[in-house]
């Protein structure tokens, strides 16, 4: 099946700080969706991007599927940043990264 | 509008019982899907339901069973649980097939 990584595993970040997280998937895939899960456990869907670069407040994304890979941009970080951020890759089933788990500080 | 609805929320349960649990999709939204999380790691695809048909199915074994009934509802089965089936259950829905997921919060199953 396809593998995908998401790097860095683990980021601390100050407050106002901005970061880039990063999912490499080792084949085409049919869509790539972005999510935050929050201390509770909660999935948000942040993101739905096959291709190109989107823009949600201080959040971006971007996938170049030529090159197998997504990245996501989050800009003047907060401490509801907090959380874990996953990527799925879509071919024909969804398959989830190990995630990068974020800690902002204030 | 109510998002993704999932019960019960929490379920202790003992070995060799069977569980169901239950999701309402968002109105509108055709497809569900189920996932697994054990503690560190991402959801795993279980099932996926588009139209009240299987559409897809993860490496679970036969334990695990799904259908998704007229309205959209969905209930999974688990068969003779096992301590490892300990997870957060996720159910997801969507508009289509390639449409953005949106997930419920979960249910929390402990085997004991």
């Known amino acids: 099946g396809i593998q995908v990584e998401q790097s860095p595993p683990d980021l601390i970040l100050q407050e106002g700080a901005n970061s880039t997280l990063r999912c490499n998937f080792s084949d085409s895939v049919n869509n790539l969706q972005w999510f935050h899960q929050n201390p509770w456990g909660q999935l948000i869907n942040l993101f739905y991007?096959?291709?190109g670069t989107k823009q949600n407040g201080r959040l971006s994304a971007t996938t170049v599927a030529t090159e197998r890979y997504s990245s996501l941009y989050i800009s003047s970080s907060q401490t509801t940043d907090s959380g874990v951020y996953f990527c799925?890759?879509?071919?024909?089933?969804?398959?989830f990264g190990k995630g990068t788990m974020l800690l902002v500080s204030p | 509008d109510a998002g993704v609805t999932q019960s019960p929320t929490h379920l202790i349960k003992t070995r060799g019982q069977h569980v169901t649990l239950r999701c309402s999709p968002i109105s509108g939204h055709k497809s569900v899907s189920w996932y697994q999380q054990v503690l560190g790691q991402g959801p795993q695809f279980i099932f996926q339901?588009?139209?009240?048909?299987?559409?897809g199915r993860g490496n679970f074994p036969d334990r695990f069973s799904a259908r998704q009934f007229p309205n959209y509802s969905s209930e999974l089965n688990v068969n003779a649980l096992l301590l490892g089936d300990s997870a957060l259950y996720l159910c997801a829905s969507a508009q289509g097939y390639n449409s953005p997921l949106h997930f419920g919060n979960g249910t929390r199953l402990t085997v004991t």
């Open positions: 799925a890759v879509d071919d024909s089933t969804l398959t």
């Open positions: 991007i096959p291709s």
């Open positions: 339901y588009y139209e009240k048909e299987e559409r």
